[in-house]
């Protein structure tokens, strides 16, 4: 079985400061890690992918996550947060069925 | 071009009413996918086409959920009596190729489905 923990439900940061959102997974092999931003009435966006090679990943927006095999995570960080990021962000993961598992999300709130 | 479209954007129907929710995906892919999004909740996956293949359909909740894609371009699901607990966003996503592992899928803005 395959699955993605969102620890934090919300976070709340404010404008200028650094963000990390956290993602744990759970796959018996090497996944192919994403992660989606979704804002209200929009569908998802993908904002950076992992399938293998450097552990760093860089994405649109400024966004960059680092895969680490042995803490089964895949965090999401962004050095200085613009209150256009306000969003909902969710860690996905293929495993080995084509369709993406999804965690549950961390609604991210930005204060002037 | 254009990206994934869905429509409604919102329905409300009356519990054991029949609804159809449509999915536009991007021109030329092969691939389509339907998700379910429960309130503070992430999508879910529901079923999978290829062209108009339907090859996975494991994530349907029960045998009133039915999808189409009988021409591999436009798909539609289709829920049958509903009942509250389909309230829900559906999603629609689509990608080029076969939608294998690692293929980005574009998703469509999603349709806000509640039954009363």
């Known amino acids: 079985a395959q699955s993605v923990t969102q620890p934090d439900i919300h976070i709340t940061v404010s404008e200028g400061a650094s963000l990390e959102l956290r993602c744990n997974y759970s796959y018996g092999a090497t996944p192919y890690l994403f992660w989606y931003v979704q804002s209200p009435g929009q569908g998802l966006q993908l904002l950076l992918k992992?399938?293998?090679?450097?552990?760093l990943v860089q994405g649109i927006k400024g966004f960059e996550a680092e895969f680490k095999r042995s803490q089964s995570s895949f965090n999401l960080r962004k050095p200085s947060v613009h209150w256009s990021d306000a969003a909902e962000y969710f860690c996905a993961l293929s495993g080995s069925a084509r369709q993406l598992t999804f965690g549950s999300g961390t609604q991210l709130t930005v204060l002037p | 071009g254009a990206g994934v479209s869905q429509s409604p954007r919102y329905k409300v129907a009356k519990r054991g009413q029949d609804v159809a929710l449509r999915c536009d995906p991007i021109s030329g892919h092969v691939s389509l996918f339907w998700y379910q999004q429960a309130l503070g909740q992430g999508p879910e996956f529901l079923t999978y086409?290829?062209?108009?293949?339907?090859?996975?359909k494991s994530g349907l909740p029960s045998d009133r959920f039915f999808a189409e894609r009988p021409e591999g371009s436009v798909s539609t699901l289709k829920i049958q009596r509903t009942q509250q607990e389909d309230s829900a966003v559906y999603l629609c996503?689509?990608?080029?190729?076969?939608?294998?592992?690692?293929?980005?899928?574009?998703f469509g803005p999603g349709t806000r489905l509640l039954v009363l």
């Open positions: 086409f290829q062209n108009e293949a339907q090859l996975d």
């Open positions: 992992y399938f293998s090679g450097d552990t």
């Open positions: 996503a689509s990608s080029l190729l076969s939608g294998s592992r690692g293929e980005t899928q574009y």
